[in-house]
């Protein structure tokens, strides 16, 4: 079951066949999120799906919204929780993910010079629980990031596939991630196939935001918030997630 969530300024709003998830203009740099998902009140093992097809149709606010958006699935790598306040325990890790992701200019998302890093992408990650060259990878980082990037672009397997489309207009996308492979479709038209697949157990999010992220193949780390001077929002409708 989808649960919602937004931060101060933002919503998550039923319509007829969907939801609209709005982030309000504001000047001030305040992190503004709305966003659905099915698994924020379990622990990172127990995160639901290992296989997946999922289909939606969806559309934006306007093409250059700053922060990111998107639907897919992913192992929130990011989160920490201590369990405090009844929370499960959830400790960073690496990324695992198969979605459909837009990212600001602002944003250099991946750990390779040869995939694309921002834009509108069918993106997909694939990480260990834990490999031998992290170790490495985390003392090098505040002397060495550069080198750490490349360590991490040998343990993080990852593909993506920019995407030339109109994403204000209503498009119909669909990502399948099986024993085989991941794929994915938009409009019908397949956009990316990869044998590179993530690494179970993962949840189904759907989000937007006002943040970035950026590490670059020069080694300068990046990350914040971002201004929203007019509304932006996502909308998404006939929602369809099957195993």
Known sequence: MLRSRSS????????????????????????????????????????????????LCGRVSHSDIPGTWGFGLWNDPFGL???????????PALPNSIWFFHASRENHLSFRNDKPANGMLAQVFHSPAFHARLLPAGFLLPIFPRLTRKLLSRVIKEEAAFLELDSTEWHDFKLQWNSECSSFWVDGDRVLQTPIRPNPPLGLVLWIDNQFAAFTPEGKIRFGVLKTPEPAWMEVKEISLTK
């Open 8 to 55: 101060v300024e933002a919503s998550v709003v039923p319509t007829e066949k969907g939801y609209r998830l709005e982030i309000r203009p504001s000047e001030i740099l305040q992190y503004r999120f709305a966003q659905l998902d099915d698994y924020s009140l379990l622990s990172r093992g127990a995160f639901p799906h290992r296989t997946v097809t999922l289909r």
């Open 81 to 91: 929780s201590l369990g405090f306040g009844g929370n499960p325990i959830r400790l």
